[in-house]
């Protein structure tokens, strides 16, 4: 599992590229939502830096360890979810659901069969309610967390077409599609697993980074002792 495009650096290397940066007077930018540094020169990008969920980024241009980081990671396909609950980047409680969504010979859940054509079979109908139970018992776990735990950011892996299934349901969760808490997942992940999650709880600890092609001429980046497969895929 890996962000597409990306190449996985050490505190070292990152802390090295930064302070090329900052040598060169380049723009740089924290984007909240991303958990990610911009750096940008004459109005293009050069850099896409994205940080280890255990970090910051000082007004005074450094990285910084934050003290006591609660997050919740929700991973969500169609027929399958799994939420976990992280401390300081352990996983340290999860759950899976699973339902009843998909029609089995188009290979299409029924939230988006309805787009073309309606609900008025047996089948359709019980996929729709399994649908809202489905999204009722992840909202009811991450509602779970946010009474127990102080979480600090909230990351989702939720295809755009599901996200009012997610977000206007019985039970809401406990976060709005626009919290500035909430951190859009950029890593692909294909089952909505236990075992994603546990993928999740490496990834999230590295530094990930996307050069553009101006900023391969411009920087260079020292040799790593990373080994060759830390970004592999399953």
């Known amino acids: ?23 060169k007077g380049w723009e740089i930018r924290f984007l909240a939502e991303k958990n990610q540094l911009l750096v940008e020169y004459e109005g293009g990008w050069l850099i896409k830096l994205f940080l280890p969920w255990t970090l910051s980024w000082s007004p005074e241009r450094k990285f910084q360890e934050m003290d006591d980081v609660h997050y ?3 991973l969500v396909r169609a027929g399958q979810a799994a939420v976990g609950y992280f401390h300081q980047g352990k996983l340290l409680d999860h759950k899976v659901f699973r339902g009843y969504l998909v029609r089995q010979k188009q290979g299409k859940s029924q939230f988006k069969y309805l787009k073309t054509k309606g609900k008025s079979r047996a089948g ?44 206007d349901g019985e ?19 294909t089952k ?37 497969d830390a970004d592999d895929t399953w």
Not at 1 to 23: C, F, G, H, N, R
Not at 202 to 226: D, Y
């Open 124 to 167: 359709s109908r019980i996929r729709l309610e399994e649908t809202q139970v489905f999204f009722k018992e992840i909202n009811q776990r991450l509602q779970v967390y946010a009474k127990q735990y102080p979480l600090n950011f909230w990351g989702l892996g939720c295809a755009k077409t599901m996200w009012p299934l997610l977000f």
């Open 171 to 189: 039970v809401e969760p406990p976060f709005s599609s626009k919290s500035p808490e909430l951190i859009e997942l950029p890593y692909p992940f």
């Open 1 to 23: 599992m890996k962000i597409p495009q990306t190449q996985v650096v050490s505190y070292a290397q990152a802390l090295i590229l930064m302070d090329q940066a900052v040598e």
């Open 192 to 228: 909505g697993s236990y075992e994603e999650l546990q993928e999740l709880e490496l990834r999230l600890q590295q530094f990930h980074l996307l050069l553009s092609p101006t900023g391969k001429e411009l920087l260079s980046i020292p040799s790593s002792s990373i080994p060759e």
């Open 72 to 74: 919740c990671l929700t």
